[in-house]
Each structure stands twice: as structure tokens, then as C-alpha cells.
């Protein structure tokens, strides 16, 4: 670290608002239809005519726009990642981070007082089911091809999708193995979102839905494999160990638990990411945590489990899949 480094981090919220800002507007939304002048884009957007130059001009320094003579429009990347229509699109999940951002000025006061603060209107907007479910769906898109590449889900029929929102991992992983039958379970007030992309894909023979409370509704199965995916970073230790035995009961004997997650060093200190996102969770919940292999592994062990193998997806990412130790298999498997 130097003073040049130190000088760009505490700078950097700057342009993570000239992105912010663009996407609430609808900016890349607009400029996604044609090319357009000021003029054009504040009769699209019923901004103010200097603001939104001046908007404009700094969204061309960050190489998000291009402009020609008095005209802007998207470059590449602006086009591939924010605008919502596009395939690899991530302008669900920036937009979650421009609804949190006011949750992340309060940080002194939350370390202070050692609890989240809840802000009028803030928190309805940052947990609205369907925002949220869109935002989850971004990220899932782009790690669930990762964890299709590297563990194996030859043999498995029966799949549970805990805390799936969206269904996407589900949708995914259904595709690529035409004999998997899987059950995405959520919350109530999340579900509708995964009812919709099933449909959508129309898995509906094949992807089903379970609404309820992880902690104390049924799971259905028993599964051969169940994935846990960015969930546990949302709870307590303590809650996280009852979770882990409510799955275990709903395996089948030799079935596998997959958690992916965001997951620590033993030191705490890195990755860089994960170290991050853990004071997001600190900000974003009551006891929510990012964890280390090895406290993952003693509350798979509590529950019945063994860790087997651990996949590093991205830098900040891992999955690690842990096996039912009665190793039977039913059914006459």
C-alpha cells in the first residue's frame, strides 16, 4: 500500500456513483435503444440538460460511454454487462449495490454499536423480493456454469436447491443433466421469481418449487445432492449448524452437501473479497458472517457430514462438497 493507493480507494466511491446513478436513471437503458444527444436522452429521462452532460461526459472518462460530435452512446462493455437484456448482464446486481450504498455510510455507527442500523426507506428497497431475486440472478448466471465444470453430478436424480431464489442454479444444472429432477426451496415472498424463470425455461416437469422456512418446514426428499449456494453467509454460527442438520437429514445415505460460498482464510484476512463482503454482511444483517474452511468443515462434521473436496470458482468464491456418512445408497442404488 502506498499513498497513491490510499488515495484512489478513499476516492473510489466517486465513480462507483457516476455508475450508480447511470443505472437508476435507466441511462444504458436509453442509450441501448440508439445513439443519442443530451437533448434526446433528458426528453427519455426527464433529467436535468447540464447535470446530464455532465453525467454523460464522466461516464465517457470511465469508458462506459463513447461520444461523437455532440452524440453518446454505449461502449462494448457498457452494452455487455449494463443494460438488463443482455445475456451477460450484471445491472441487476450494481443495482443492489447502489440500494445498499447508503447502508454502507452508516459503517462507523454499526462498528460502534455492534448492530446493523435500519434506515427509513432504505431497507424496503435494498430486500424487495423481486429486485433482490433479480440481482441474485446476475450472480448466479455466471457461477453456476463454474461449479457445472468441475463437480460431478453424474448419478444424481433428485437435487434440492436450498435457498435457490431465482432458481438459476437449478434451471442450469437441469439442462446440463437431462435425468436430474430438482426442487428449488425459498422463502414465500422469493419463490414467485423462481416459478417465473422455470417457466420460462419450461422445466416445469422436471424443476419444482417449495415455499417455506429452511429452519422449520419440511425440505422434502430425501436428495442425492443438495446445494447450498450463498446462503450461509446470511446467519449465525449457531443457526448455521441447525441448517446443516436439517439438510443432512434430508439426504439420502451416501448423498452429497455442496456449499458455495464466500469463504475466509484461516487468518481472516483474505481473500481481499471475501474480507470485504464480510463487513457487507455486517452491515446487511443481524449475525451474518463470512467463515473459514475449517469452521465450515467442523459444522459439516457436527451434522453427519464429511468435507471431501473444496473447488475455488472465482478469487473470492468456493464450493465445497461434503458426503452423508453412511455411504449406503437407497433405493437399491
Request: glycine share 8%; with cysteine; hydrophobic share 45%.
Amino acid at each position: 500500500m502506498d499513498a497513491e493507493q490510499l488515495d484512489r480507494i478513499t476516492a473510489a466511491y466517486r465513480e462507483s456513483q457516476i455508475v450508480f446513478a447511470a443505472l437508476r436513471l435507466g441511462l444504458f437503458e436509453r442509450l441501448a435503444e440508439r445513439r443519442s444527444t443530451v437533448a434526446e436522452i433528458v426528453q427519455g429521462l426527464d433529467t436535468d440538460p447540464r447535470a446530464t452532460g455532465v453525467l454523460c461526459d464522466a461516464l465517457v472518462s470511465l469508458e462506459l460511454l463513447e461520444k461523437e460530435d455532440d452524440r453518446y452512446s454505449l461502449t462494448t462493455v457498457a452494452a455487455e454487462v449494463l443494460v438488463s437484456g443482455s445475456p451477460a448482464s450484471k445491472a441487476h446486481r450494481y443495482l443492489l449495490g447502489a440500494r445498499q450504498y447508503e447502508r454502507w455510510g452508516r459503517l462507523g455507527d454499526i462498528v460502534q454499536q455492534g448492530r446493523r442500523q435500519a434506515l427509513a426507506g432504505v431497507e424496503a428497497e435494498v430486500e424487495a423480493p423481486h429486485a433482490f431475486a433479480a440481482a441474485m440472478a446476475d450472480v448466479g448466471r455466471a457461477s453456476v456454469a463454474k461449479l457445472l465444470r468441475v463437480v460431478d453430478l453424474a448419478g444424481v436424480r433428485r437435487l434440492l436447491d436450498l435457498g435457490g431464489g431465482p432458481g438459476v442454479y437449478a434451471i442450469a444444472i437441469t439442462e446440463a443433466h437431462p435425468g436430474v429432477e430438482a426442487v428449488v426451496f425459498d422463502r414465500p415472498d422469493t419463490i414467485e421469481a423462481a416459478r417465473r424463470n422455470i417457466r420460462d425455461a419450461g422445466l416445469e416437469s422436471r424443476v419444482r418449487t417449495l415455499a417455506g422456512d429452511a429452519f422449520a418446514d419440511d425440505l422434502g426428499g430425501p436428495y442425492d445432492f443438495v446445494l447450498v449456494s450463498n446462503f450461509l453467509h446470511i446467519f449465525a454460527p449457531d443457526d448455521i449448524r441447525r441448517l446443516l442438520g436439517r439438510c443432512a437429514a434430508a439426504l439420502a445415505p451416501g448423498g452429497r452437501l455442496c456449499i458455495k460460498d464466500f469463504v475466509l482464510d484461516p487468518q481472516r484476512t483474505s481473500p481481499p473479497g471475501v474480507a470485504l463482503f464480510a463487513v457487507n454482511m455486517l452491515i446487511s444483517t443481524d449475525e451474518g458472517c463470512c467463515f473459514t474452511e475449517r469452521e465450515i468443515g467442523a459444522w459439516l462434521q457436527e451434522a453427519g457430514l464429511q468435507l471431501e473436496s473444496r473447488f475455488d470458482l472465482t478469487p473470492q468464491s468456493a464450493a465445497l462438497v461434503s458426503r452423508h456418512r453412511d455411504q449406503r445408497r437407497i433405493d437399491g442404488d
